[in-house]
């Protein structure tokens, strides 16, 4: 089965984010537990208006977020460059169940199952 790997929701103050590292490359295979890829998230902190009321101003934060498979799957095919913006929902890579499935993919196909940590900013990448 042709699965997901979207960019996940982690706040409603969130819209997109970029991938910073891959961990995995086309063809390996993923694990419960394998560290697939860190990203780098935008939100929207803080809106505040200006005394005349004229004026909204926002603070946006980064932070990073490691995304960890928590089901089995290949890597098929990463559609997400680091460093592209990346909209919440939108595709980051193809994964399958079979190794040799052929990538089509259709509105209905599921998502892969993932946990996103928030990375603290003194994690490393040794995890």
Request: hydrophobic residues 45%; aromatic residues 4%; negative net charge.
């Amino acid at each position: 089965m042709i699965l997901r790997l979207a960019m996940p929701f982690v706040h409603t103050s969130v819209e997109w984010g970029s991938v910073e590292r891959w961990h995995v490359s086309a063809g390996d295979p993923i694990r419960f537990g394998t560290d697939v890829c860190d990203l780098v998230i935008t939100e929207i902190k803080k809106l505040s208006r200006s005394a005349a009321g004229d004026k909204i101003t926002s603070q946006r934060v980064m932070f990073r977020v490691r995304i960890t498979a928590s089901e089995p799957a290949i890597l098929r095919q990463i559609q997400a460059d680091r460093g592209s913006p990346v909209n919440i929902g939108d595709l980051l890579a193809l994964v399958s169940t079979e190794p040799d499935e052929l990538l089509e993919l259709s509105p209905a196909s599921p998502l892969l199952r993932v946990v996103a940590d928030r990375l603290d900013a003194d994690d490393n990448d040794d995890h």
